[in-house]
């Protein structure tokens, strides 16, 4: 009988055994440096007296959730409605799906979400995306609560001026089977000043027209330090942030010893002295670069050049490395990757552990929950 291999035992099997013992690739998250990332970021949160939401889609985990949670976050942003259901099925009532939903299949998904949770609430930024949500709404017996997207500098979604929120606002408020909750931005990273002035200007239109805007919500990991700069918001969102990584250490949010995911890679060539070849391409890195030159930082070698990726190897130019130092065939390294949120919907399970010993084996419960 063949041996069986280290990674198809029982999830609850690993736990207590070394990182040693998983087949490579593999993410695995340190606990300490997560926890760490929960903690700092939630004192920050309660320092300065907002509700902190955090964005599932970077674990996408509800364990992970219910940790975060527990530490004082006051519900969830899910991106789409799949990823919703996820949590909903957990138990998650406070629900909020920041995209723009459209089409009678997804409508219709989503009536039946908001039917079985208290507080979901979703975002739209146009006339059409209302008028679907009013039609598939107007008679349900609880109404949609639905926040205007602003586009405060991101450059993504949203309207682009205070008066067009306060004009589709208006829209809601006289729509059938919606409520109106209030607004939403994600802006770019350190525009605090502009999404302030954004959100004032807004909010006083508002106010003059006798229409409440209960929540504001601010968002985004790189700069959320600088949350108290915008007074105006009443809640903060961030999802990268419980992981962190390459990209978010660059920007400033933290440094790369607070990156809690690393994805071990196992060396499987060495075809020259100055390259290496491993076992983790594009479908354990991710290929997203965001503006660097290489696919991930390796931790044990950081002078290695993670130069390219295929589907299944990743190469490494060791030409800056001493010869004594670089790798060899049968070694492992970790990578601290440019997108963590990406890699999560690359594995079907996180592996944690604490000193390198494996504590916990958790599925990726809403992998592949894209639409």
Same mark, same amino acid.
């Given at each position: 009988m063949a041996q069986q291999q280290p990674d198809l035992a029982p999830d609850d099997a690993l736990v207590g055994k070394p990182l040693s013992a998983l087949?490579?690739?593999?993410?695995?998250?340190?606990?300490?440096?997560?926890?760490?990332?929960?903690?700092?970021v939630q004192s920050y949160m309660d320092g300065i007296g907002k509700r902190f939401r955090p964005h599932i889609k970077t674990h996408k985990?509800?364990?992970?959730?219910?940790?975060?949670?527990?530490?004082?976050?006051?519900g969830i942003n899910c991106q789409k409605i799949t990823e919703a259901e996820v949590f909903a099925?957990?138990?998650?009532?406070?629900?909020?799906?920041?995209?723009?939903?459209?089409?009678?299949?997804?409508?219709?998904?989503?009536?039946?979400?908001?039917?079985?949770?208290?507080?979901?609430?979703?975002?739209?930024d146009s006339e059409t995306t209302l008028r679907g949500l009013s039609e598939a709404f107007a008679g349900h017996a609880r109404p949609l609560q639905v926040l205007v997207e602003c586009d405060t500098g991101g450059g993504r979604c949203g309207v682009q001026s205070p008066a067009q929120a306060v004009s589709l606002a208006e829209v809601i408020v006289a729509a059938p089977g919606l409520v109106f909750s209030g607004l939403l931005t994600y802006p770019r990273a350190h525009g605090e000043t502009e999404t302030e002035a954004f959100f004032a200007e807004a909010l006083a239109a508002l106010a003059d027209?006798?229409?409440?805007?209960?929540?504001?919500?601010?968002?985004?990991?790189?700069?959320?330090?600088?949350?108290?700069?915008?007074?105006?918001?009443?809640?903060? #969102? +961030? /999802?990268?942030?419980?992981?962190? !990584?390459? =990209?978010?250490? #660059? +920007? /400033?949010?933290?440094?790369?010893? !607070?990156? =809690?995911m690393h994805i071990l890679a196992t060396v499987v060539s060495r075809p020259t002295d100055t390259r290496a070849?491993?076992?983790?391409?594009?479908?354990?890195?991710?290929?997203?670069?965001?503006?660097?030159?290489?696919?991930?930082?390796?931790?044990?070698?950081?002078?290695?050049?993670?130069?390219?990726?295929?589907?299944?190897?990743?190469?490494l130019d060791l030409s800056n490395v001493s010869p004594d130092a670089r790798p060899q065939i049968g070694d492992r390294i970790r990578i601290i990757p440019n997108h963590t949120c990406v890699v999560s919907n690359l594995f079907d399970r996180m592996v944690f552990h604490e000193d390198g010993l494996i504590t916990r084996v958790l599925p990726v419960a809403a992998r592949g929950r894209v639409w």
């Amino acid at each position: 009988m063949a041996q069986q291999q280290p990674d198809l035992a029982p999830d609850d099997a690993l736990v207590g055994k070394p990182l040693s013992a998983l087949s490579t690739p593999q993410p695995v998250i340190d606990e300490a440096r997560l926890a760490a990332n929960i903690d700092r970021v939630q004192s920050y949160m309660d320092g300065i007296g907002k509700r902190f939401r955090p964005h599932i889609k970077t674990h996408k985990i509800p364990a992970l959730a219910r940790q975060q949670e527990a530490a004082g976050a006051l519900g969830i942003n899910c991106q789409k409605i799949t990823e919703a259901e996820v949590f909903a099925d957990a138990g998650f009532q406070d629900i909020l799906i920041t995209f723009n939903i459209l089409g009678s299949d997804k409508l219709e998904a989503l009536g039946a979400l908001n039917d079985r949770i208290s507080d979901l609430k979703v975002v739209a930024d146009s006339e059409t995306t209302l008028r679907g949500l009013s039609e598939a709404f107007a008679g349900h017996a609880r109404p949609l609560q639905v926040l205007v997207e602003c586009d405060t500098g991101g450059g993504r979604c949203g309207v682009q001026s205070p008066a067009q929120a306060v004009s589709l606002a208006e829209v809601i408020v006289a729509a059938p089977g919606l409520v109106f909750s209030g607004l939403l931005t994600y802006p770019r990273a350190h525009g605090e000043t502009e999404t302030e002035a954004f959100f004032a200007e807004a909010l006083a239109a508002l106010a003059d027209k006798g229409i409440d805007c209960p929540i504001r919500s601010n968002g985004g990991t790189p700069s959320l330090f600088d949350a108290h700069k915008v007074p105006s918001a009443t809640e903060h #969102r +961030a /999802g990268t942030y419980i992981y962190s !990584d390459r =990209a978010m250490a #660059r +920007a /400033g949010h933290g440094t790369l010893q !607070d990156c =809690a995911m690393h994805i071990l890679a196992t060396v499987v060539s060495r075809p020259t002295d100055t390259r290496a070849v491993i076992d983790a391409g594009s479908k354990a890195l991710t290929s997203d670069l965001l503006g660097f030159q290489d696919f991930g930082h390796v931790v044990e070698v950081p002078d290695a050049v993670i130069t390219g990726l295929s589907e299944e190897h990743g190469v490494l130019d060791l030409s800056n490395v001493s010869p004594d130092a670089r790798p060899q065939i049968g070694d492992r390294i970790r990578i601290i990757p440019n997108h963590t949120c990406v890699v999560s919907n690359l594995f079907d399970r996180m592996v944690f552990h604490e000193d390198g010993l494996i504590t916990r084996v958790l599925p990726v419960a809403a992998r592949g929950r894209v639409w």
